[in-house]
């Protein structure tokens, strides 16, 4: 994470870009939201590939 810390963050599309995936414009709600929806995501996951062979 030390590149990152080397480059100017200013208002860039990346930055745009970045904020928007990590924690959707929202800060702190945003990466608890982000989190939440992760481990649904998860779950769903699990449970696919347990009930996949039927």
Do not use: Y
Not at 17 to 30: D, I, P, S, Y
Request: glycine share 10%.
């Amino acid at each position: 994470m030390q590149l990152w810390a080397a480059v100017k963050c200013d208002r860039t599309f990346l930055t745009f870009t970045l904020q928007l995936h990590r924690n959707l414009l929202a800060g702190e709600t945003g990466t608890q939201i982000m989190g939440v929806a992760a481990l649904l995501l998860f779950i769903l996951s699990i449970t696919g590939i347990i009930l996949w062979p039927g």
